[in-house]
């Protein structure tokens, strides 16, 4: 019997070795590199574990069928407060690259939403407690997204040095999936957090941005690093210029946590007086204590309210900027 048992291990260790080994399925779609996981947790420019989890296996997905072939995929927890405990912006987007075994954590804003008379769904300054996809909601709305293709705008002029200088604006615009698929009928993707809150205008009719009159529109620069937008994700000038040079004309995977369900499994779970750590579900402690509890609108929902606000807004006469003196 001792003989018959060491000649089956021996044969069961044979034909292991002898199996053909899936390297690359192991290497690309296996678990998480060790130094990647030194940066998983919930602290301060770390990357949750269901947040990452989904990150890559979206990106692991796009690079099998070659949809996406950059080296590197972003990921973003709108769960995360916009200050952090030092005072700094707080880091809740996340560009990895594992090749390279680089992990960077930084800011970006998430949306600001809207408060109407049938419905308020606008969010502080702090922390999101609002998501949604309807279109004009102006909300943040969690899911799979491709990196497309880039636009850049004329923003108005502004003073830098003393000189009026041109602001233009990079936007990178997003493809959804799934709930996510309306991304370019709302206008959702990322640029810089920046734009010129215009105050006059000025007269140079041989200027290509000029309007019929020959007029320039000209403002104060307004930077809202990790705070909230209109929907879209937002990063600092410096940070921007580094995520579109890395995607530009080479797109990547990036997924937004929380999507829908996450949003109403916490909400219940909350509603039912269980911690959501203890459901198996994840959402920022902090932010959490500070909403109480997340609501997720679903276009289904939310679109017919905003549609009816729309229609009700009386026409405004269109306003011409004052004269710079």
């Given amino acids: ?6 000649l089956t291990m021996a044969l069961a260790v044979l034909l292991a070795l002898s199996a053909p080994f899936p390297a690359r399925a192991a290497s690309e779609g296996g678990g998480i590199p060790s130094w990647l996981q030194a940066h998983v947790g919930l602290g301060e420019g770390q990357i949750a574990p269901v947040v990452l989890q989904r990150a890559r296996e979206l990106y692991l997905k796009n690079r099998a069928s070659g949809e996406v072939r950059n080296p590197c995929y972003l990921a973003m927890d709108a769960t995360r407060p916009s200050t952090a405990p030092n005072g700094d912006p707080g880091r809740r987007f ?44 102006k909300l943040t709305m969690g899911g799979p997204y491709l990196t497309a293709e880039t636009r850049t705008s004329f923003k108005g002029y502004y003073s830098q040095s003393g000189k ?3 602001l233009y604006r990079t936007f990178l615009l997003f493809d959804g999936k ?24 000025f007269r140079d009719p041989r200027n290509p ?60 779970a909350v509603k039912a007086g269980t911690a959501p750590s ?21 276009k289904r929902t939310l679109q017919p309210v905003i549609d009816s606000w729309r229609d009700s807004l009386p026409e405004q006469p269109q306003r011409a900027l004052p004269i710079c003196k």
């Fill in 178 to 201: 799934g709930d996510t698929a309306n991304a370019r009928e709302r206008a959702i993707g990322g640029h810089p957090a920046v734009f010129v809150k215009w105050q006059c205008r």
């Fill in 209 to 268: 941005h000029a309007d019929e009159e020959g007029y320039v529109p000209y403002g104060s620069l307004v930077n809202y690093t990790g705070g909230r937008s209109n929907g879209c994700t937002t990063w600092s000038p410096a940070v921007s210029r580094d995520i579109l040079a890395q995607v530009e004309g080479n797109p990547t995977t990036l997924y937004i946590y929380p999507e829908g369900r996450d949003v109403d499994a916490v909400a219940n």
């Fill in 1 to 6: 019997m001792l003989n018959a048992l060491r």
């Fill in 94 to 137: 996340y560009v990895i690259c594992e090749p390279s075994r680089s992990f960077r954590a930084v800011s970006s804003g998430y949306g600001n939403g809207r408060k109407l008379q049938r419905a308020d769904f606008s969010n502080g300054r702090q922390c999101a407690r609002n998501f949604s996809n309807a279109e004009g909601s």
């Fill in 164 to 166: 009026r200088t041109p």
């Fill in 278 to 298: 203890r459901a198996g579900l994840y959402w920022n402690a902090a932010c959490l204590q500070a909403i109480g509890a997340p609501k997720f609108w679903s």
